[in-house]
């Protein structure tokens, strides 16, 4: 089991960049795929984007594989979002996922652990 705070989530301008972090207690923390979910008001929650256990495969939807990079660093216990280019339509409540399976997971289904989210806004 795991627990995951997410971080570094705020109001930014149109075209600006964010980085969130996610770190993780646990010392297994490196054998766990984990994901970057997002939800707006009156939405369902919309993958974003997954990490295997290794770091070696990610996975996002089109719509965003060209602005948005998720990273881990297993030392750290720690898994990023880079988000480049922000659109309005990026505003959302973003989660941190854990799931006890070592390949990419881009259902919400298949993880087993949620953060609290962190909410970033992004201005026109």
């Known amino acids: 089991q795991v627990q995951l705070v997410e971080s570094g989530g705020g109001l930014v301008q149109a075209g600006g960049s964010l980085r969130l972090s996610c770190a993780a207690s646990g010392r297994t923390f490196s054998r766990y795929a984990m994901g970057w979910f997002r939800q707006a008001p009156g939405k369902e929650r919309e993958f974003v984007a997954a990490i295997s256990w290794t770091g070696i495969r990610t996975s996002y939807p089109n719509s965003m594989k060209d602005r948005f990079t998720i990273s881990r660093d297993n030392a750290q216990n720690t898994v990023y979002l880079q988000m480049n280019n922000l659109k309005p339509e990026d505003t959302a409540v973003y989660y941190c996922?854990?799931?006890?399976?070592?390949?990419?997971?881009?259902?919400?289904?298949?993880?087993?652990?949620w953060g609290q989210g962190t909410q970033v806004t992004v201005s026109s």
């Open positions: 996922a854990a799931s006890d399976t070592s390949g990419v997971v881009t259902t919400t289904g298949e993880y087993n652990y």
